[in-house]
């Protein structure tokens, strides 16, 4: 069993920026794959990035490209996603997921992940 905990959310106006963590109950580097993905109110949850364990390989959804960054801290067991040029449709809770399942590619799909945070508020203002 993995237990992921999420930090580092808040409220900051556009243009801004966050670094949110998530830590690990387990050497990080037993998980194959970790990911982030969001969800806004009144919507579904949606893939933002994945990193591979072995050789740090990432992916990135289309919108964020360019303005996140996924990384990861194996001596902190800890997956990081810095977060800048913050626009408002940003705003959602984020959650971190792990999978020790082999992955040859970053995952995408949220039932590629089966242990999953609880979720950091992130609110972007104009």
């Known amino acids: 069993q993995v237990q992921l905990v999420e930090s580092g959310g808040g409220s900051v106006e556009a243009g801004g920026s966050l670094r949110l963590s998530c830590t690990t109950s387990?050497?990080?580097?037993?998980?194959?794959?970790m990911g982030w993905f969001r969800q806004a109110p009144g919507k579904e949850r949606e893939w933002v990035a994945a990193?591979?364990?072995?050789?740090?390989?990432?992916s990135y959804e289309v919108t964020v490209r360019g303005r996140f960054t996924v990384s990861k801290d194996s001596a902190k067991n800890t997956l990081y996603l810095q977060m800048n040029s913050l626009l408002l449709e940003d705003t959602a809770m984020y959650y971190c997921?792990?999978?020790?399942?082999?992955?040859?590619?970053?995952?995408?799909?949220?039932?590629?992940?089966?242990?999953w945070g609880q979720g950091t508020q992130v609110t972007v203002s104009s």
């Open positions: 997921a792990a999978t020790r399942a082999y992955c040859s590619t970053p995952l995408q799909l949220p039932h590629s992940y089966e242990y």
């Open positions: 990193i591979k364990s072995d050789d740090n390989i990432t």
């Open positions: 387990k050497y990080i580097d037993n998980t194959n794959c």
